[in-house]
């Protein structure tokens, strides 16, 4: 194994420093391990999300004016613990309430939950939204039902958007739920990921074979096919995705990210392959992101998202916004 | 090797599509491999710059309002040719004159210019600059002096938002070298990379080995020593640098690129080691990014660049700017 860090046990303490001298515009609350917005807050709803880490820049590079107002940073692939979000709704919330945003993972879900009740005994207004958009497997290695990947970004941003703006707690809790409930996602591993403190591949995969429907921590996805081009990768995912759910007849916002082994050549050369198959179905895209925004540490491979968007989404998604990783 | 691609032959017109298709405020000249700004001209200075590809975001990523004009995308690792910079030349110059941002590689050298001769003959005034920041080494496998590394996108970031102004050519140039003199980097490899059309890895380094001074594509830096800590290589790699040029007392840009291959989490947790040591350096960092700009296909490993700003640069540095990887 080839890290560039000072030691497993140490990487995720060392990387929160890092993100606090380089960003001086967040705080880092090492003790709580929570990144949080210095974004005015004056009684807007507070979003907060979290999750495992190894999938930067998610949701730490989303923290800042118009996305989240805190991340909460577990160790690698681990949830984080409902104290660290509860912390972060206490210093988050001033007085509009607090959104948890949640993939779906089990221990994701049941922290969250636990970190609900003990902020609403604190008489802090909470309400939840879960992603669970991969359309690969119906439950998984750490999932009752489906995982949630990609679509978290987009519901990050419009909601985001949308507690910028003014909007109440149920409010931005429904336009996220929209935005969750009309995404799909689904990814392809060339490689494994390795964790640091494991220190060998998550998995085998051999030199000619790829895993179609991989989790992002490595997890089984729906079958081991030979290595194929990424015109038949782009049309599998696709098909996939798009058999799942009917996106023609309304503006779709796409999110292509690599895993964080691919580099960017391999990205766009697989999207415009992508835009082909979606065009040969009717489905227009609207907004596109293309770069490596959920990611699985070094793992090779990408991951495509849809999301049917309207006016109102799409004019969420285009409000200015000042994170580290999604900034226009 | 794996690799998400239709064939190592037509990942470059593969990936200029994906380019089209996921940014459509940008042009893609498909026939002379350019990718051009769809930002307003009239009269103002053009800033073209390019070289091989597989180290995305640079160059492509860079054009767009307050940077580049233009991007000539060469094979991978392969100079474009002069034709491509004339075609960039002609199809961006609105009368202010056009400024070439060069790396420092024989190839790319010789072939801008040419680019140069053929352009001043059709009446389009001409300036270069070319980046040497790469302390690693004297000269190298495809550099007579020193690699063009980081700087370059100090560079292009500062003379873009003196071109977007309206300076002249004169004082666009004068800006880019005073960047380009001041700036100085230094990489290290963990890993090799693999060029599509090779299929294998471009050097062999073992399991419990790294290149310190690795050059972008691959090329021999200083020495091959056993894996280090995060901080030990940072140190290493600030010693070098600042043992190369005084970067106390004035306002230091530093740019912490990632090869392609690490993940954000290792490249943060580095960067708080890189912070330490400049601070034992009594070296200020004013402004800072850390993430993919200047990579080598899959490559792990990173490299540092300090640039020594003033108020002019910091403030160019600052100006509004809205390309695909550099957005603020």
């Not at 990050?156 to 799909?184: F, H, P, Y």
């Not at 998995?203 to 992002?216: A, Y």
Request: glycine residues 10%; aromatic residues 4%; hydrophobic residues 40%.
């Amino acid at each position: 194994m080839k890290k560039l860090v000072n030691s497993p046990a140490t990487v995720l303490q060392d990387a929160l420093r890092g993100v606090a001298v380089a960003h001086p515009e967040l705080t880092v609350d090492f003790d709580s391990r929570i990144v949080l917005s210095s974004a005015p807050r004056d009684g807007r709803v507070a979003l907060i999300s979290g999750g495992g880490s190894g999938h930067e820049p998610l949701h730490s590079g989303f923290v800042g004016e118009g996305m989240l107002s805190a991340a909460c940073v577990g160790e690698i692939f681990t949830s984080p613990t409902p104290d660290q979000m509860l912390a972060a709704a206490t210093q988050t919330d001033s007085g509009g309430g607090v959104l948890f945003i949640v993939k779906n993972y089990t221990g994701d879900v049941l922290n969250f939950d636990m970190a609900r009740e003990f902020a609403e005994e604190q008489g802090i207004r909470v309400e939840s939204v879960v992603v669970a958009d991969d359309v690969a497997v119906q439950d998984s290695t750490w999932t009752a039902g489906r995982r949630g990947v990609g679509t978290t970004v987009i519901v990050e941003k419009v909601a985001g958007a949308a507690a910028a703006e003014g909007r109440t707690l149920s409010q931005v809790k429904a336009i996220a739920e929209k935005v969750a409930d009309n995404g799909r996602s689904m990814g392809v591993a060339l490689t494994s990921c390795t964790v640091p403190a494991v220190g060998k591949p998550s998995f085998d995969l051999p030199e000619d074979e790829m895993e179609i429907g991989v989790g992002i921590h490595g997890e089984p996805g729906r079958k081991r096919v030979p290595l194929a081009s990424a015109h038949d990768i782009a049309e599998e995912i696709v098909e996939s995705i798009t058999s799942d759910y009917d996106f023609t007849g309304a503006p779709v916002i796409a999110l292509l990210t690599g895993l964080g082994g691919t580099p960017l050549i391999e990205l766009y050369a697989t999207y415009g392959e992508i835009a082909d198959a979606l065009s040969a179905r009717e489905i227009r895209v609207a907004r596109s992101l293309v770069g490596d925004y959920v990611t699985s540490l070094d793992m090779a491979g990408c991951s495509l998202t849809l999301v049917r968007a309207d006016d109102e989404i799409l004019r969420l998604w285009d409000a200015p916004v000042n994170t580290s990783a999604v900034r226009w």
